[in-house]
């Protein structure tokens, strides 16, 4: 009954950083940089507060949209941080992970045949819920503006079926960000039209030079924004599956139903530490990006050294290196490392097809993973 099955299903693949991670797992001495998560432990504080709510038999159904104290802690984290300005009463759901946040968000918007502006390389996670929609991907080359989809990008590729724009900075994988001058640019030309923009601001703790800003903090873009966030990245957190969707009431009520209706509610335990991550934990990013960035700026270096062309991140984990002048496609190229040098990075393919001759290295690891993994690499380099 295998023909029974949903073709919309049916078509979509395993995502490509999954495939090689499993691929990689039977070698043997590898040095894997391919996991897109904090190498930190959750802080200690906020373990504490995941126990305490146990002990406290707080295990039980929340609010859909989650607890009250956590909406109130969220929407005052945002406001702090951001200047963004969300009412935690109708303007916020708790989703399980950003990944849920960004499901929801999709079915509520999307409609069969619409069309979503995406960049290119991106994270693998929006195309397949896109398409499960019925809906169409549009991915924008952005290989040759730093990887930032820039206003006149944008315009270029509006259609009268454009409902969506995914703008997913600081980015999974290029760790490219927008500055403020094209975030307004994108801004003035996105004003009049009646066109939503996905936000996805889950690395926006973790901006080396000055602060993250949202596009829903611009003139007219919080009525038509809606930003995903959470703690898994800046607070080490994957694990505890706890994302954040902020947006304009209309949208909001909407997708709660959609929410409900798929998973009732976040963990309770989860949400009471994700209480105490965004209250007495606010800053708990900070001494993780300094370390982050201090790999960055040395994993940067060894790659210039070894002579590939790499854009220098401004956030997240991840740098981006072109692997085109060796003339291989990024799958043989990443088995080939694998292999004979004993380091694992995830295929430039795996961020769809414009991400073709790049791989994508996490530096989400221990500094000796590091060194050791460049030592090996570049040897690897001098003998290909
Ligand atoms: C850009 C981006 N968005 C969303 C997610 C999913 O985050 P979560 O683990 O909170 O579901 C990731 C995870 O790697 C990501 O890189």
């Known amino acids: 009954m295998e023909h029974l099955i949903n073709s919309n299903v049916k078509d979509i693949e395993i995502s490509g950083i999954r495939k090689f991670f499993n691929l990689v797992a039977k070698y ?9 998560q904090p190498d930190f432990p959750t802080p200690t504080h906020v373990k504490e507060a995941g126990k305490a709510a146990i002990e406290m038999n707080k295990t039980v159904y929340t609010p859909n949209a989650g607890i009250p104290e956590l909406r109130k802690a969220a929407t005052e984290f945002v406001t702090k941080k951001y200047k963004m300005d969300y009412d935690p009463e109708t303007e916020l759901i708790v989703s399980i992970g950003a990944s849920q946040g960004i499901d929801i968000a999709f079915r509520t918007i999307l409609e069969p045949e619409t069309e979503v502006i995406l960049p290119g390389p991106v ?14 991907p549009v991915h924008i080359d952005t290989r040759e503006t730093g990887f930032q989809l820039t206003a006149d990008l944008i315009e270029k590729n509006i259609t009268e ?3 969506c724009i995914i703008l997913p900075y600081p980015s999974n994988p290029t760790g490219a960000a927008l500055p403020e001058t094209e975030l307004r640019k994108i801004a003035d030309l996105l004003q009049d039209k009646d066109i939503f923009i996905l936000s996805d601001e889950i690395y926006s ?4 030079e000055g602060k993250h800003q949202s596009i829903a903090t611009l003139p007219g873009m919080r009525e038509k924004t809606i930003v995903i966030n959470g703690v898994s990245k800046s607070h080490s957190m994957t694990g505890w599956r706890i994302g954040l969707v902020f947006g304009p009431e209309y949208v909001m009520k909407q997708m709660l139903k959609v929410h409900q209706y798929n998973v009732s509610c976040a963990s309770s335990v989860s949400q ?3 209480l105490q991550a965004l209250t007495t934990g606010i800053n708990d990013a900070e001494d993780m990006k ?15 050294e070894m002579g590939l062309e790499v ?8 740098l981006f290196p072109s692997i085109e002048k060796y003339k291989m496609k990024s799958f043989d190229f990443a088995l080939k ?4 040098a004993g380091v694992a990075v995830v295929p430039g393919s795996a961020f769809s097809e414009l991400g073709e001759g790049y791989v994508r290295l996490s530096y989400a690891y221990d500094m000796q993973t590091l060194e050791k993994a460049m030592d090996r690499m570049e040897r690897f380099l001098k003998n290909l």
């Open 311 to 318: 854009v220098k991140p401004s956030g997240a984990f991840y």
């Open 161 to 163: 079926k454009t409902r």
């Open 337 to 340: 490392l694998v292999e004979e």
């Open 205 to 208: 703790e973790l901006v080396f």
């Open 28 to 36: 043997d001495d590898v040095l894997s940089l391919t996991i897109g």
């Open 123 to 136: 994270y693998p996670g929006y195309e397949p819920i896109i398409k499960l929609c019925g809906a169409i």
């Open 272 to 274: 009471y530490a994700a």
């Open 290 to 304: 300094v370390q982050y960035q201090e790999r960055m700026n040395y994993v940067y270096g060894r790659l210039g």
